[in-house]
């Protein structure tokens, strides 16, 4: 599957500090990665999320 990088200010951004330190000339390679739904990466960003939610419900000023 063949994805393309959606232009914004934070990738750009990056992308030129890249510029500045191997030179514009420089071919780059852009790549990324993605998982599925059930992955458990997933799962447990999402595990992290809620536990998140749940504790700044409780206590607004909680530290987790």
């Known amino acids: 599957t063949e994805h ?3 232009r914004t200010e934070q990738n750009v951004s990056l992308l030129d500090g890249y510029r500045e330190h191997h030179g514009a000339a ?3 390679l852009f790549t ?3 998982v599925g739904e ?3 990466d997933k799962i ?3 595990l ?3 536990i998140l939610d749940a504790q700044l419900k409780q206590d ?3 530290k987790v």
């Open 4 to 6: 393309k990088m959606v």
């Open 26 to 28: 420089e071919p780059y």
């Open 32 to 34: 990324s990665e993605s």
């Open 38 to 40: 059930e992955h458990p």
């Open 44 to 46: 447990c960003d999402q």
């Open 48 to 50: 992290r999320a809620d």
């Open 60 to 62: 607004p000023c909680s």
